[in-house]
């Protein structure tokens, strides 16, 4: 069964850093989708991703995150300088349709900022 | 705006016994709404969602739920659970987002069994 993947599984960085968090969704997906969770805290939507452009973005999404899509496979999350209240879950969910479709999330990359 | 709320944080039930996890809405048009489960260490696994029809909607795992319009509400339900079935379970309502479909997730219920 198809899946999707993100690496690595758990990232430690510097403050004031900057880190790349890399996600393999499904490969026929159009639609792809980042959402962090805090420790002990909600799952929050990030930003979400259509033919090549942002289509949505929340307030936590300010200037310094951005994503790609750099080839046809993978889908990245930067973040240019860390917090230390970056430190969460960060998940990458795509799906194949949009409003009406189910979202698969990959399995979690844990951010860690010291 | 869309919210989700999950007024039970923590749910101890016996093993074999039934389990009902509540979960109430906000969402001005007429709701898409998910069920996830998240074993520790795994990422979030769809079990049902609900977009139209039928109100009682079967899922994975022997689960089903039922949306409720007049209460908001779109309760998890298991006649008999498994030891397995120990993890944390999040509601979330998808709210349209540009060509997406962004989900608002509830807080979260995590469900321990005993044998």
């Not at chain 2, 998890?76 to 989900?103: I, M, Q, T």
Request: glycine share 8%.
């Amino acid at each position: 069964e198809p899946e999707v993947t993100q690496t690595p599984s758990h990232q430690v960085t510097q403050m004031g850093q900057e880190v790349i968090l890399r996600c393999v969704p499904i490969s026929n997906h159009l639609y792809f989708y980042w959402y962090r969770q805090i420790l002990g805290q909600k799952v929050e939507f990030l930003v979400s991703f259509y033919n090549n452009e942002i289509s949505e973005k929340s307030e936590i999404f300010d200037d310094q995150f951005s994503v790609e899509r750099p080839d046809g496979s993978n889908f990245t999350l930067k973040i240019r300088s860390t917090k230390l209240e970056d430190s969460a879950m960060y998940f990458c969910a795509s799906s194949s349709v949009g409003l009406t479709d189910t979202q698969y999330f990959g399995p979690g990359t844990r951010l860690t900022v010291l | 705006a869309q919210s989700v709320t999950q007024p039970d944080i923590h749910i101890t039930v016996s093993e074999g016994a039934s389990l009902e996890l509540r979960c109430n809405y906000s969402y001005g048009a007429t709701p898409y709404l998910f069920w996830y489960v998240q074993s520790p260490g795994q990422g979030l696994q769809l079990l049902l969602k609900y977009f139209s029809g039928d109100t009682l909607v079967q899922g994975i795992k022997g689960f089903e739920a039922e949306f409720k319009r007049s209460q908001s509400s779109f309760n998890l339900r298991k006649p008999s659970v498994h030891w397995s079935d120990a993890a944390e379970y999040f509601c979330a309502v998808g709210a349209n987002s540009g060509y997406g479909n962004k989900l608002v997730f509830g807080a979260g219920t995590i469900l321990r069994v005993k044998s």
